[in-house]
């Protein structure tokens, strides 16, 4: 079994005895509820680094729906197991007044990316994203940290935010994990019935159709998603919907 970590001095303590090795640190960072998308995260930071961490923290800055937070699936044990089977050395599982000393007096914000999209329909959910990831990459100081393209928009943040601030920490991405129908697995599928759970592929289905976005929407309506946003921002066509009280995301490349 990995090691669990959950005091901030144990970490360091790690750490640095990792460091002084000269093993390269690859962190993969996660909010718990671990499946298939982040297995594969932690897969791939164990082919190119030595020590893998993965840190296990349900970051309550980034929710700007207070119920999203409370229901949120919380499941340390078989996470633990998960994660060492997929090759984790430690789970830094870190308490929320040792991450948040100052209590979010200090934010990473981002004025131009993350305005639209998720940022637009999110209040404040970047800040909170940028301000755990700047604190997580800082305490865990790895050589590479691995997100998912499912979060597209923040694998594009994180990483303009290590280029903005020097962070020499190479951003990994990582292919978006899917269900054999396509649905993008995450930790909120669990909340769909098994009714929601036949709909939801529609989702990625309609996104993908090489018809306008006026249509994918329309679409999406039709079948009984709310439509948040279907946008597109270069080349990906990036959605988010509601269904059953579910908030999926999406992205695809066009
Ligand atoms: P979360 O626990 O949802 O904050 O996700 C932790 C990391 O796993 C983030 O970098 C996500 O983008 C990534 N991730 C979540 N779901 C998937 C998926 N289906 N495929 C690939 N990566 C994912």
Not at 28 to 35: D, K, P, R, Y
Not at 95 to 116: G, H, I
């Amino acid at each position: 079994m990995s090691e669990l970590i959950q005091s901030l001095e144990g970490w360091v303590d790690y750490r640095d005895r990792v460091l002084a090795s000269g093993q390269p640190i690859g962190l993969v960072a996660t909010m718990g509820a671990l499946h298939e998308g982040h297995l594969e995260l932690i897969r791939r930071a164990r082919t190119e680094t030595d020590c893998v961490v993965v840190s296990v923290f349900l970051n309550p800055t980034q929710f700007n729906d207070p119920k999203d937070l409370e229901r949120y699936p919380k499941t340390l044990g078989v996470d633990l197991s998960l994660a060492t089977e997929a090759g984790a050395n430690v789970i830094f599982a870190p308490s929320r007044d040792s991450l948040y000393p100052d209590n979010f007096s200090y934010k990473v914000a981002e004025t131009v990316l993350s305005s639209n999209l998720e940022g637009e329909h999110r209040p404040g959910h970047f800040e909170g994203v940028l301000t755990v990831v700047m604190k997580l990459l800082n305490l865990v100081r790895p050589t590479r940290a691995y997100f998912g393209e499912k979060d597209y928009q923040q694998l594009k943040l994180i990483e303009g935010m290590a280029r903005a601030f020097f962070l020499g920490v190479e951003i990994v991405p990582v292919a978006t994990v899917r269900e054999a129908d396509g649905l993008a697995l995450s930790s909120r599928n669990v909340h769909l019935t098994a009714e929601g759970r036949k709909m939801a592929p529609e989702f990625h289905r309609s996104l993908k159709q090489t018809t306008t976005i006026e249509e994918v929407r329309r679409d999406l309506e039709d079948k009984g998603f709310t439509v948040e946003y279907v946008e597109e921002v270069g080349q990906r066509r990036l959605g988010a919907v509601v269904l059953e009280n579910v908030r999926l995301i999406d992205n695809v490349p066009i």
